[in-house]
């Protein structure tokens, strides 16, 4: 599979001044830039072109004393997605980062360019125009066309409309991202390390936060991308407003390469009732962080329901994004099979995060004759269960985000179209509402999955084990 990238970062523009005679040069795009190549090389991801491109410190990097003439950026492009071979890469990327230019041809028609070091308005010289960009596109035979723009207007690239630039009849994938919508300026940081747009493609591209053979694709990079934004316009106020048109298939970018971390436990560690023995007798674990589904476990050593235990397994491995359901009487072990599940399937396909919620929540006071009474019983609510669930995913600010249920669970979507998770809601007869609830969570799965525990069948296709008597206890 062919995957090339031009990655552009111009800081130099001797032609261009401000209202007080300055020179415009920038800072930040030839750093941003090398940054942005050096991730796509990452695992050899993408063959990677740079320009204005030197031999730093023996190395091929982007240049921030070395201007850019709008020639050679015309070349490059053409060459990545129209080249002369007529072997065209199966997936091109350009990311451009500089000076963004609008040029005012009537009152109400404008045109959008990439400043190149020789761009001068003054002289009706702007750069390489938005619609020789959007007419190279519309020819290229590149399968999968992704276009990143940190610059000033470049919005103006998602306002074709007349042939709609991503439309599915036009054979190809497309993933643009533009700075700023056609009238808008482009920031750079308040700390002035990278441009607003690149600092949040550089977070949502590192490929240590993700497993190793998992992939960061566009999809993925979408709900990253937008909720750094969000947060760092939440924090700082910069009013850009950057656009996003996908259409097509799923395009992967760049590999994983998180590794578990393990520790090494001690032989002699003791007692066949821990929650970790299994994996305590192979000497290494998983390093576990104190979530809430391993203090919930309440049994000793499990026993039996290897057939059902396989089964689950199976249908998680085989279709992460699904609902599964526990159905039994009480008292029949389904939590202890929950957990017993959980624990396997956290170990074995390496979920990220579990978030294990019990629809049922008793608290309880002990008179002076040591005799228990319940002071609450509640029963969990559509809305509980969403604030549980953005609790145990650690979602940000998710206390203030549950007073607005829809941006929840936005949020929500948004983890767990990022991370591979398992929700668990424990006990589902004893909710408010079990169909509602279950009816919630299905459209937010992202690439996650659900475990119901009930003593009633759940509605819809799931799959389903259904708990039966055994002739040994299932726990003890």
Known sequence: MSRDALVVGINKYPFLKDSTGNYKHLTTPATDAEAIAQLLETH??????????????????????????IEELEKAILNLFLPES?????????????HGLRKQLRQSLTQGYLATSDASPSKNHWGYSLRDLWDILQQSSVQQQVIWLDCCFSGELLNFK???????SSGCDRFLIA???????????????????????????NPHVIPEFEWITNRTLIASV???????YDMTKVPQSPLISNHG?????IQGKAKPRLINLPSSTPTDTTPVNDLQRHGSRHLLDNQTWQSEKHYGKFIGRNDELISMLKCLEEDPTQILSIVGMGGMGKTAFCHKLVESAYEKINFQRVAW?????????????GKRE????????????????????????????????????????????????LVVIDGLEDTESPGKIADKLRPILGKSSVILTTRENVGGKLAKVKMEKMNRNISK
Do not use: M
Request: glycine content about 6%; proline content about 4%; hydrophobic content about 35%.
């Open 226 to 232: 937008e909720q750094k934004l969000q947060a760092y």
């Open 374 to 421: 319940s002071i609450i019983d509640s029963q969990l609510t559509v809305e509980d269960a969403l604030k549980k669930i953005g609790e145990e995913l650690r979602i940000p600010n998710w206390v203030n985000l549950g007073k607005d249920l829809d941006k929840l669970q936005q949020q929500i979507n948004k983890y767990l179209i990022l991370n591979r998770c």
């Open 86 to 98: 007529g072997k065209p890469p199966e997936t091109a990327l350009l990311f451009f980062t500089g």
């Open 249 to 253: 298939q799923t395009i992967k970018l």
């Open 179 to 205: 700075a700023s919508r056609d009238y808008e300026v482009a920031y750079q940081q308040l700390d002035g390390k990278h441009g607003v747009l690149t600092g949040a493609l550089l977070s949502g591209l």
């Open 357 to 369: 919620v019990r629809a049922r929540i008793c608290e309880y006071k002990t008179d002076a004759f």
């Open 44 to 69: 050899n991801n993408f063959r990677v072109t740079r320009l204005p491109a030197s031999d730093i410190n023996g190395k091929l990097q982007v240049d921030p004393d070395k201007p850019l003439k």
């Open 162 to 168: 007349d042939t709609e630039l991503g439309r599915h």
